[in-house]
């Protein structure tokens, strides 16, 4: 991805209650970096699956596991409150399509959680989106939307009741109340530890956590009922630029690798997927023989050569 390229989420959407897999907190990752104030509340934003598996080390991926992760998406129920008190219940998106002959997934954000990625004031946390998606555990992902919020405070040592904290990462069912891991030995080894692992080193935070015990009355071991976190921030921006789309320029799109270099260094990765969705179109309807040099000619580049079409 271009440098500089993060996600704006409101704290209500970080702190909200609701389970979602790897596949599914991606494409909303990818969405959500789109995402401008000025956009019209019925606009589609462009998905490539090709650039989440670079970004996620793979190979290209199968559209199979995308198409069934968007149908989740249009299911999955969020349930947080707003700052004026009130409840809401609602989905991440209204609609996704699969744009025959390309790679490309077009989302429509439900119109209800479009604001809080849009209003920005200071309630909103900054997740780095390569770092975000290569995180391989949806609780990491969830564990690192949490620790954005206070990476650029002062204090950087926070607590999370420990209900709330398993309630958030979907642990705790909100139908039934069961505890996935009602031992805390085994919620810190597949929960925290796990998140630890991922995130301290390969992103731009790093964090150390405790355990906070309360009262028990006669002998026995005490409960915990919070976990204290400790952030550290550094930022790291050789992560935000990925080979992936370089690759595609030069491989897919015939351009040479001076040219795609300045296409990178002139233009951010929303454009880029944006033009090159346009040019698969028109690859894909005919109307386009020379792919390089029409690729060239859309960005603005000096080619040499005869024109294509257009």
Known sequence: MSKGVEIWQDNVLTVARYEMTEAEKNILYMVVAQVKPTDPADKYYQVSVNEMAT?????????EPYRQATKKLMTRVFETTLPNGDFLQATFIASAQFKKGTDIIEIELSRKVRPFYVDLNQRFTKIQLVAAISLNSAYAKRVYELLCMYKNMKDKKFRRDLIELKTMLSVIDPKTGKDSYSNWTRFQKNILDVASKEIN????????YKPIY??????GRKPVVEV???VFYQAKHELILTPSLHERLVKQFRLRVDQADQVLALHSVETINRQLYDIQTKIAGGSVKNIGSYTAKVFGLETKGKKDGN
């Open 228 to 230: 204290e976190f400790e």
């Open 214 to 219: 309360g009262d028990r009355p006669g002998r």
């Open 55 to 63: 970004i996620m080390g793979s190979d290209r991926l199968k559209a």
């Open 201 to 208: 080193g390969h992103t731009d935070l790093s964090f150390t």
